[in-house]
């Protein structure tokens, strides 16, 4: 099997992203420094600087901890045979490859689930406890947790049985058909998810009449907003961190307010981050993220449909027979370089398109000087790191840091102010 070309690349792109995104750690801590950049001074006092490094430190050893041992688990199922045991397993039951495959993914993502599962609870209970995020109760925890298994076999289960079926009794032209079900599936949970999926987990109360309310309405007029409704989410009953998002798109499109934004933020700071918003809709970075999402998905089946019939591909997993459903999954670990890549490309997207909105904040609001106390007063509330190393945010980072986006909001703000000037 050390021959075997499809196992040389899968092993070392697992252990490359491992030692890639471990490098990257320990550089972002070594990065930490014992005073903040400049122009980011009033960000934090002395103690609160040294309490969002320690979270830092914290985090990151976290990760490092999390990934070790994901790696291990991982290459310890493989190299022991684990795919193939359970393969035989689940064949010896008798049904169809359509449900053995969906046993046999089923069972590999209740393992994995399982075994996270206490990472999970330290990271929620002991993590975000200490440093005074969690608000979240045992009983909502365990209730996310089972409404996520729910809507896996409610709603994954169908595409998944559908994609085995489709590779597995129409060969020709599968991965076009499984696009085009995917790609429909895709579209209709991101219409349905703002008013079915998402109150599943969070309320959204409609914003109550007054000053707040108000200035939203009058700046979507002002910036052409067609918005039926701003709405605040109850983010306070799992954490402390404030933030806001835009979801959905035609008739249910929905931003939401932290109800933690909203208590801890002025109404011109909160028009502000708003109007970051309501930039994403109107740059149409939306349309552009699910363009690039369909179109990774049609590129994915095709490269899948290439692959699957590989008899490498599972002799490097040890398999006694090859299955579509295996494959599958075989697949996707040996798409992982492209998908390090892949990542790497739509996060700098992403930071292109933050700086997009940044700008259109910046030009939209009365007082530019209010979108940056938002940001520093976010950046706060969540103890941000003010100093990422570059390869960190590289890999990590779909927004900008902080201090590159303070500074490119000031010089858009005072390039403003120049040319309407007399």
Avoid at 34 to 56: A, C, H, I, K, M
Avoid at 69 to 96: E, K, M, P, T
Wanted: with cysteine; proline share 5%; glycine share 6%.
């Amino acid at each position: 099997v050390l021959m075997n070309p499809f196992f040389v690349i899968i092993l070392a792109a697992i252990v490359l992203d491992f030692v890639l995104n471990l490098v990257a750690n320990l550089l972002n801590l070594r990065a930490l420094k014992f005073e903040p950049p400049t122009g980011l001074e009033d960000v934090y006092n002395s103690d609160e600087y040294r309490r969002s490094q320690q979270y830092t430190r914290t985090n990151t050893r976290f990760e490092c901890v999390t990934d070790a041992f994901g790696l291990v688990v991982i290459l310890s199922f493989w190299l022991w045979g684990g795919f193939n045991y359970l393969d035989q397993i689940v064949r010896s039951w008798g049904f169809i490859a359509i449900v053995n495959g969906l046993l046999y993914i089923g069972t590999l993502l209740m393992a994995h689930g399982l075994l996270m599962l206490p990472l999970s609870v330290y990271a929620t209970f002991g993590i975000e406890q200490r440093f005074g995020f969690n608000r979240t109760a045992p009983r909502t925890f365990i209730l996310d947790r089972l409404k996520g298994v729910g809507l896996a076999l409610l709603l994954g289960a169908p595409v998944l049985a559908s994609v085995l079926a489709l590779f597995e009794y129409i060969r020709a032209y599968a991965w076009l058909y499984c696009w085009i079900v995917v790609t429909v599936f895709s579209l209709a949970v991101q219409f349905v998810a703002p008013t079915w999926i998402m109150p599943l987990f969070n309320k959204f109360t409609p914003m109550k009449p007054g000053e707040l309310r108000d200035s939203i309405v009058d700046y979507c007029r002002r910036t052409k907003f067609p918005v039926r409704d701003v709405f605040v989410m109850d983010s306070s009953k799992r954490s402390t961190k404030s933030g806001a998002f835009f979801t959905g798109f035609g008739r249910n499109k929905r931003i939401a307010l932290f109800d933690t934004l909203v208590q801890k933020h002025s109404t011109p700071e909160l028009v502000a981050v708003l109007g970051h918003e309501i930039a994403h809709y109107r740059k149409k970075h939306i349309l552009q993220g699910m363009i690039i999402g369909i179109l990774h998905t049609g590129i994915v089946f095709f490269l899948l449909s290439i692959f699957v019939d590989s008899l490498g591909l599972y002799q490097a997993f040890f398999m006694e027979q090859p299955s579509i459903y295996a494959g599958l999954l075989f697949f996707g670990l040996l798409y992982t370089p492209v998908e390090m890549l892949l990542s790497i490309a739509l996060k700098m997207l992403s930071r292109r398109n933050e700086y997009q909105a940044d700008r259109f904040a910046t030009e939209t609001i009365e007082e530019p000087k209010n979108f940056i106390n938002a940001l520093k007063k976010l950046s706060s509330d969540n103890l941000t790191n003010l100093t990422p190393h570059p390869l960190y945010v590289v890999l990590n980072y779909s927004h900008p840091p902080l201090w590159q986006r303070v500074h490119a909001i000031q010089k858009h703000a005072a390039e403003l102010a120049t040319n309407s000037g007399p």
